[in-house]
């Protein structure tokens, strides 16, 4: 890696301020930046560790509502929040990875095989920063890219806890991200449906299973609706057909998982 | 034959790895654990492009950067030799294979993503790969050859300008008669015919390569340090073709090293680079692999496209077997390259079957990707696969039961000559088929099968035999098939005055075991305790020499010359022993370290003799000169044939086209043991690397010559839960007939046994739902799979 200076500040607002240098980037859990860094793929004049934050940290559940810091590691989403989502989290990577990936960084990451991604879009939530609240739908804006400004740090997010909800995850077989995941959550008002891995276009709510399943909760429900395979992604792992077929069969599974 | 008590020591029983306990604990001392004294490191700037003229490199800046030492280019390498090919095959008109010069640094012309342009040696690593990037490079871009049918065709870019074409050779071998081969074909009752494509892979040892080159003014002696399965082939290598140095000037080590698989037996152009830039740069010089250069500069294994046809008559015997292979050579001949896919892989082309004609016909191509070369099994997979697929795929157009056909083809006396050039000297085809079946309760399959039908799941159950020429040997026989090397081993038995032994082994020992198996067999021949045995390996300045490491044959080949040296020093020691006790040397017995005199009760033990052998006071000087070393060389008289049948049992989930392996099962005759419990290890690693092969693992080139799955985020590697608990089984024993120990080696047989029974079972788990698919190239991903199954 090049060298670079590196800041630990201990409040949100020092973050922010030292992150108004230009060059100058935030450093999550760093399973991401590290070894972009270690492969000379990046060269931020300064990183500016999140790690210290205490404000950033913790998971609660109260009146209904999930908040998570952005500074909660995988490994903290696994033990304390909503058991979908706990598990969805159990699921990244590797115990190495669980204890030093955070929320935030994921999510502002926006790596188009993330697992979170889907979740934020079905759990009807918010994504809290330093300046503003975004709503989940507002946020994710193709792969790799987010509704953050440059230096906006994602202090935390908040999901509405749904009546039952499932993530099904069909990894690939190398990196073991997801080639395709869904999470499929289901509200009094309606079912919300978050697919990852598969659309050139990054996350997004797959809109007619969601009307689908809110008139009818059922695997059988989905009979006869698929995706546009042409706005998939292929690659070596699977092909754009494979892949919208995949968000069937994973949705499918989902909601029997549910139902 | 195994030991009631595993703890017994000696042969056949099973004591833990002694290595395992500095493995297992950071004790070990890696390549790269070596720090040496004022030491610089090299970056290596590599190319990002598969095919290119370098119109021109300036290094002027780069060499202005702070802590550069020197940066070399092609040009500072034009007067020495190229990596040289360890094996020369000759084509079917008789004209030696096409040989390209192999430069240690690119001169002129880049051929592989991967291929070293320019070496900076810095005082430390970031500031060489500061340096690096400051090096100016002026390509001139030329079109990638990279599909191996495109390369042979007319008109295809060449690789390299100043050969013909891109054809290697073309190597036809068995039967060379076309006209009778095709009349044998127009006469069969059912001809059965396969394309097939034995997928690319990286080898991808847990350590990376490392070399570290030093060079001693005072003395003019050289120390490599390097990553290697054979350090006395890479020193003959390198000082013979390469830097023109003499040997005794030169010593290479190899110390701890993790994994192999065949990836480190070749001589590589960073251990030469860093030999001959010690010198040059006045300073030790050291290269570690980072996980992204392994990928595109360690040589890669397999790719294979092949044709392969069968016939039988209408008793479903086989009458003639004809395959046609290209195969990838990458952009430069590796050390073996060349005799993977002919000698490695055509002579095993009968199998275990007593097909009357067989015609190999094998194609090698150049193209521009990173060099193709042995990784574990050696071309004798590839041959597996190709055989033990067809035979699968006839017994469906036949409606024969895939088992009973290959019984009816066995071959039952022996020994048996084939018609590609090999003598089997020993088997028991059908003995490791019954145990197979009993091992894999094959009469258990329906019932299993209808409870994955239950749960939705397609149950497959698919079966193959292997048989592999291992102990790679004997040197007269690979000296006339073109191998530039003798393939004996050699062995030094040091007994010290206490009693205590150190074998120098010329076989290197990295995850095989030998520092635990090779002094079972001492203890057991002298009757002694098997601590008081150690091996030394990996030093050509300790290990008098040695072949190295690879094609299973450690235990056969150097395992016998440890042997023949314990039988010399055996001999003198009764000698000595005969002396102490006022005796003929004839009359001496050894049993249990002790000696004693037939029919009496005088006895001596056997660190009383090791003593005397060096403190001659009371000792036959006349006769027999002091102390107790004795080497051999021992050069085998034929191949060994280890040889077995597996069986492999999926579950595919038909809406995703996942597959999991829910049995695996493994009958081999290895003959006689050493350890058991460390043969069982080697089958069972070699199964995970076949797994890795049959779902998972492919190296995927694009158009332009960039390798897809360049690291692990696409190159999938097996992990724990991708393999499950095996059924291994090695009662079956022939013994070797013509080595002291009876062995025959078990390192590659996981690997070379178990992709065609994996593929055979996803098929026949296809086929229960009525679905057509008689073939799905490897790695059976699930989107191939699915794929397979939606048309």
Redesign the interface.
Known sequence: MYEFEFETPATVAEAVAALAEEEAQALGGGQTLIPTLKQRLAMPSKLVSLAGIAEMKGVSIADGVLTIGGGATHADVAAEACPPLAALAAGIGDPAVRNRGTIGGSLANNDPAADYPAAMLALKSTIVTDRREIAGDDFFQGLFETALDEGEIITGVRCDIPEAAHYQKFDQPASRFALVGVFVAKYADGVRVGVTGASEEGAFRWREAEAALSASFAPDALEGLSLDAGSMMGDLHGSKDYRAHLVAVMTKRAVAAIS | MPKDNPNSGGIGASPKRREDVRFLTGAGNYTDDINVHGQAHVHFLRADVAHATINSIDTSAAEAMPGVVKIFTGADFAEVGGIPCGWGVTDRHGDPQQEPRHPIIADGTIRHVGEIVAAVVANTLEQA?DAA?AIDLDLGDKPAVVDMAAALAEGSTKVHEDLTSNLCYDWVFGNDDDTAVQAAFDSAAHVTTLELVNNRLVANPMEPRVAIGEYSRGTDEYTLHTTSQNPHVIRLLMCAFVLGLPEHKVRVVAPDVGGGFGSKIFHYAEEAFCTHAAKACGRAVKWTSTR?EAFISDAHGRDHVSKIELALDADNNFTALRTNTMANMGAYLSTFSTSVPSYLHGTLMAGNYKTPIVQVNVKTVFTNTVPVDAYRGAGRPEATYQLERVIDKAARELGADPIALRRQNFITQFPYETPVALTYDTGDYVATMDKLEQVADVAGFAARRAASEAKGKLRGFGVNCYIEACGIAPSNIVGMLGARAGLYDAATVRVNATGSISVFVGAHSHGQGHETSFPQVVAEMIGIDESMVDIVHGDTGRVPFGMGTYGSRSIAVCGSAMVRATEKIIAKAKKIAAHLMEASDADIELKDGQFTVAGTDKSVAWGDVTLTAYVPHNYPLEELEPGLEETAFYDPANFTYPAGAYACEVEVDP????VSIERFSAADDFGNIINPMIVDGQVHGGLGQGIGQA??E?A?YDADGQL??AS??????PRADDVPFYQVDHSCQTPCTHNPLGVKGCGEAGAIGSPPAVVNAVVDALQSAGQDVTHIDMPL???RV??AM?G
């Open positions: 790969r990037e992204s809406d995703t086209g996942k779902l998972l492919n995927a897809l799955s692990f985020m696409d190159y999938a590697m991903s699930p989107a699915w794929a939606n």
